[in-house]
């Protein structure tokens, strides 16, 4: 029907709707233009023949020319002299009705910079479906492409210390359970430590390269779960079967919510092999420590020997009793080599079991009877041989002058014998007898014994005092500066 045959009611109806779609489109169009001009991206019209026919402000802000200076001109202005051809295949690429998108490119600046482009393009169709011009739309991916640099250069370096690293590095996810999971990342060095190659390790697990007599593994999770980090000794199986014994320093960490396991192992064969030569130069020395204080305790021995033949020569009482004090003198640093002989640290021998053992057999040397009553209060305490030579020749000296002039005509008593150790060593000789003689100096003794007695405390750097309130008693206090405390 023809509008001249419509009566006005419908004319008017009709104008009213051409109206409302009018003021939709405009609405519309008035949007999209407030898209275009607001967006920080290069939105550009281009005619087939590469003329800049549209330029919105994000085309401005990104390739610095105004709408004016653009608008008109080749957008040839914009490519690099060496991507010319750039435009002429984009533009083939439209005509044949194809998109191009996410297009990442270089485009030139006003003032000469280049920025990296991220372009996408579209045909502009007609009503009858062809192809008039183009339109680009550039987003400025310059600071984008700087960050993926330095992520790139970075992971390079990483790459580059992970693989060139002197120690094996192993990476893998921790599961629930204490579960290991494969390995995810493997560098070269433990490729060529094992023998696999890098496809055929992320297959594996850390099991898989551990020697079934090592058990470390499950206490090495349990430690790693609560620590976050452990040191343990692993023995790994080459391809080849080979036991390769490594050092394993392992760190717990979070990696995109999940918990993985970083784990560096060091070839300590050479360590090894050090420690089992050390090992065995250590046993030789400590052998033959042995034999020399076995030898020197026979040495001594066969001197106490020839003493005590070449006494029975001797009919004068004072010459005989200096031989016999010079053997017991022999026996009781005989005794000290032959504990050492037997101790397990042939630096160092258990004073108190020495002292004991040297009481007991001067007691039998001296006592004729019961009348006299030993009381040991020594503690199980380690010297060094350097102390203990002087101070088990000071014992000798001290229990013999109270076994021989303590109890004279068969005078019953005690003598009580201690050693302790607080803040210094303590030692003590104390008898009930008949006391030390008042006319004599202990520190200026006349006597051969008390003199050594004298000498042998400033060896061991000790202070020696005199109590006679219950008979005698002989107190010395020293200290032994390089002495491993080594108490049992």
């Known amino acids: 029907m023809k509008l001249q045959d419509r009566d006005p009611e419908e004319l008017l109806t009709i104008l009213q709707e051409k109206e409302g779609k009018l003021h939709e489109t405009m609405e519309e169009l008035n949007y999209l233009k407030s898209i275009v001009q607001n967006t ?20 401005e802000k990104i390739y610095g020319y105004t709408a004016s200076e653009a608008v008109g001109n080749s957008v040839s202005m914009l490519i690099p002299p060496y991507n010319t051809n750039e435009i002429s295949l984009i533009l083939a690429w439209i005509k044949s009705g194809e998109r ?18 991220s372009l996408s393009i579209s045909p502009v169709l007609d009503l009858d479906g062809e192809v008039v011009s183009v339109s680009t739309i550039a987003r400025d991916i310059t600071n984008h492409k700087r ?7 970075s992971e390079e370096k990483f790459r580059e210390v992970f693989n060139n690293a002197n120690d094996a590095i192993f990476l893998n996810p921790l599961k629930g359970e204490g579960r290991q999971g494969k390995f995810i990342e493997v560098n070269d060095v433990a ?6 190659s890098r496809e055929e390790l992320l297959e594996m697990e850390m099991e898989d390269i551990t020697s079934e007599e090592d058990s470390h593994i499950s206490e090495f999770i349990k430690v790693i779960t609560s620590e976050g980090t452990a040191t343990f000794e692993s023995i790994q199986l080459a391809k080849d079967g080979s036991q390769i014994p490594v050092e394993i320093n392992s760190h717990l960490f979070i990696h995109r919510g999940e918990r993985m396991i970083l784990s560096i192992a060091r070839d300590i064969t050479r ?3 050090n420690e089992a030569m050390l090992r065995k130069s250590l046993e030789e020395k400590e052998l033959l420590l042995k034999e020399i204080h076995h030898r020197v305790k026979n040495n001594l021995n066969v001197i106490s020997s020839l003493l005590n033949l070449q006494s029975k020569y001797i009919k004068d009482k004072a010459a005989l009793e200096v031989f016999r004090e010079s053997q017991r003198r022999a026996r009781s640093m005989a005794l000290i080599h032959k504990m050492l002989y037997q101790s397990v640290d042939l630096k160092c021998i258990n004073f108190g079991e020495y002292i004991q053992t040297l009481t007991r057999e001067l007691f039998r040397t001296y006592a004729t009877g019961e009348n006299i009553k030993l009381n040991m209060m020594v503690g199980d305490i380690l010297l060094d041989i350097n102390t203990a030579v002087p101070l088990g020749l000071i014992v000798n000296e001290l229990v013999s002058n109270s076994l021989k002039h303590a109890f004279p005509d ?31 100096d202990f520190h200026n003794p ?21 109590h006679q309130e219950k008979g005698t008693c002989f107190k010395i206090k020293f200290s032994e500066e390089k002495f491993r405390d080594l108490s049992l």
């Open 147 to 153: 960050m993926e640099l330095k992520i790139q250069e």
């Open 191 to 196: 490729c060529q430590c094992l023998g696999y």
């Open 446 to 466: 006349n006597s051969l014994g008390m003199r050594l007695v004298n000498t042998l405390v400033s060896q061991i750097d000790g202070t020696m005092e005199l």
């Open 271 to 273: 360590r090894k092999e």
């Open 410 to 440: 068969n005078m019953e008593g005690e003598i009580t014998i201690e050693f302790n150790k607080n803040n210094q060593y303590y030692f003590s000789v104390a008898d009930t007898g008949v006391g030390f003689p008042e006319d004599i």
């Open 40 to 59: 920080e991206d290069a939105i550009i019209g281009i005619g087939l023949d590469g003329t800049i026919i549209s330029w919105n402000p994000g085309a």
């Open 100 to 117: 191009v998108d996410h297009y990442e490119t270089l485009r030139r600046r006003k003032d000469g910079i280049l920025v990296d482009i």
